[in-house]
């Protein structure tokens, strides 16, 4: 017996797609907490099958990549860790969120890449990490400063995204 992506999903039928789970949370929770609570639902998603996911719930785990990252270690820790691959998923992402702070300080890191290209590659990405260093890390490290002054509350622009698309999340 095949069971409807609901079940699979541990769903209510009908929840997938409609914004059951993730209307709740953010009914009941401050913005920072919603979020998190979302991302717990939807990263175990993104890693096991990026495909069960729909992009705008793609956009909030990238974005939640980011923070997690730069908030433990700075960018040279988000570039180095599995999440870098995604960088210009990031970008993307905040753009869609309407993020204007945050994006300029992710633009800015990413820049000092050559060509402003993130490899996806870990391999080349750590080399290339390695190459750039000397350049790269003081630059990182003042918007590492800049990232952590949250002159935008990234949180209000995720759950204000996430309410302008919830059809699109569980």
Known sequence: MILPLD????????????????????????DQDAIVDIDNLLAPILSENPGGLSPPEKNI??????????????????FLNPSGEFAHEVVSALREINSVKILQVVEAAVGQFPDARVPKDPNTRRVMIQQIAGMANP??????????????????LMTEYIRRNITDFR
């Open 7 to 30: 079940h699979a999903l541990g769903l209510q039928t009908g929840e997938f797609m409609s914004g059951g789970k993730v209307a709740r949370i953010l009914e009941n929770e401050t």
């Open 139 to 156: 630059v990182w490290e003042m918007l590492d400063n800049q990232f952590s002054d949250y002159e935008e509350d990234i949180y209000a």
């Open 61 to 78: 785990c990238y974005i939640e990549m980011l923070d997690n990252d730069v908030n433990a270690g700075g960018f040279k820790q988000f």
